[in-house]
């Protein structure tokens, strides 16, 4: 049997193989059964964490490990993960993990990488790492100390400045609190947080999202309030998609990016159960989520097809809906958080590639906007190419739509100093939720 540390090597080893995107693959071994409840948390939190943090663990292992040009690529992952254990979990005391990896390296391999991963591990015990802070250069300093590539931190702080990008780039260190929405359709979030603290979570009211609840303790997913429909988690970002939307009872809405459903399910609850929703996405195997949450949620109003957006006009009629979503298949850098992998994978060929088709579903589904409706797009990501320059080329391509200022009675108050010009772009420091980019758009009577 594989103990806590074995297990975490072969989940990071697999993820630096790209065999899997790293929440997936956690919740695989989290679901095994191969750990228990106490090491499902340090396995949790050495897996992410060591992603987290590759670039600045490389950077302090570089010096320790220039002689040992033969090393091999999992002797690589063992000395990054031990090492972020010793620098970064309190708990831990270092010894322990150093212990825990020289046996695991005598029984991956030998005798003498074990010797190795002793040797470089206590010599940085003895001689500790170099302060970040003192690098000048602010892109270095960034880049190496909150682990994002330097392309992504030069781009972010051209469209952001020095300070928002830190700023940023460490809250994509901090894990998420979990948050749930309340199915207002059901109960108002004073009853779903009773029932909550009933069954023994620590739960507030969410600071965002006037529907939203905050777990500061507990998986909101083994509730009874989740299983009984109350709620839904979801990040409170995505909760403004929904609310920028405006879907009003007996509408007749479309949602065409849709799975796994968490705003279509917000759309049909805020229309109380009447209109109807039609959500498509790629796959089967992907509206079939979208099926099993609203009949969790009770709602009867959502109707599912696996589809190709950018081929909407075959399947429904022009003007045929009040109210259209496009939430878009996107870089997910608003999501750092949660897929740290994405820092290390994703390229700016991606970005191009994404904004080519957000333009493409966008362009295919605005004529079916009813005249004098509302389209709404939205990303999870924080880059000018796939959010303002997408609006911009989609306005001057469609002169019968534009920016609707509505928006800012739309969604909370607090949030409206992030809307400019119409559009809201959260970065994750802001409130500490995801990156996320909205805009409303009107089609003219
Ligand atoms: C950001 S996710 C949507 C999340 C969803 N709106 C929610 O709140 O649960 C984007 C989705 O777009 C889907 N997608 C990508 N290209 C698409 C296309 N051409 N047509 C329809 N769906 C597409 C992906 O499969 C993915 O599920």
Partial sequence: MKNVRELALEALINVEKKQAYSNLLINNYLESGKLNKKDSGLFTEIVYGTIQRTMTLDYYLAPFIVKQKKLEDWVKVLLRLTLYQMLYLDKVPARAAIFEAVEIAKKKGHKGVASVVNGVLRSIQRQGVPD???????????????????????????????????????????????????????ATVEEVIAMLRAQGFDVDKGEVAQESIVSNKGNLAYSNAFKNGFITIQDESSMLVARALGAEPGQTVYDSCAA????????????????????????????????????????????????????????????????????????????????????????????????????????????????????????????????????????????????????????????????????????????GTDGFFIVRLKRQV
């Avoid at 260190?173 to 359709?185: D, E, F, G, K």
């Avoid at 009813?370 to 001057?396: M, R």
Wanted: net charge negative.
């Fill in 132 to 186: 970040l802070e003192e690098m000048k250069d602010d892109v270095d300093r960034i880049s190496i100390a909150t682990s994002h590539p330097r392309w992504m931190v030069e781009k972010w702080i051209a469209e952001y400045g020095v300070e928002n990008t830190e700023r940023m780039c460490e809250m994509n260190l901090v894990p998420p609190s979990q948050t749930a929405r309340v199915n207002t359709a059901k």
């Fill in 260 to 431: 796994p459903g968490g705003k279509t399910t917000h759309i049909a609850e805020m229309m109380k159960g009447t209109g109807t929703v039609i959500s498509t996405d790629l796959h089967d195997h992907k509206v079939k989520l979208i099926k099993e949450q609203a009949d969790r949620l009770g709602l009867s109003n959502i109707e599912v097809k696996a589809m190709d957006s950018r081929k909407a006009q075959e399947a429904f009629q022009k003007e045929m809906f009040d109210k259209i979503l496009v939430d878009a298949p996107c870089s997910g850098f608003g999501v750092i958080r949660r897929k740290p992998d994405l820092k290390y994978t994703k390229t700016m060929q991606d970005v191009k590639q994404l904004a080519t088709i957000q333009s493409a579903i966008l362009d295919e589904v605005a004529p079916l906007v009813k005249k004098g409706g509302t389209l709404v797009y939205s990303t999870c990501t924080i880059d000018k190419e796939e959010n303002t320059e997408v609006v911009k080329a989609f306005l001057e391509n469609h002169e019968d739509f534009e920016i609707d200022m509505s928006i800012n009675e739309l969604v909370p108050q607090k949030i409206q100093t992030y809307i400019q010009d119409g559009m809201l772009q959260l970065l994750p420091h802001y409130y």
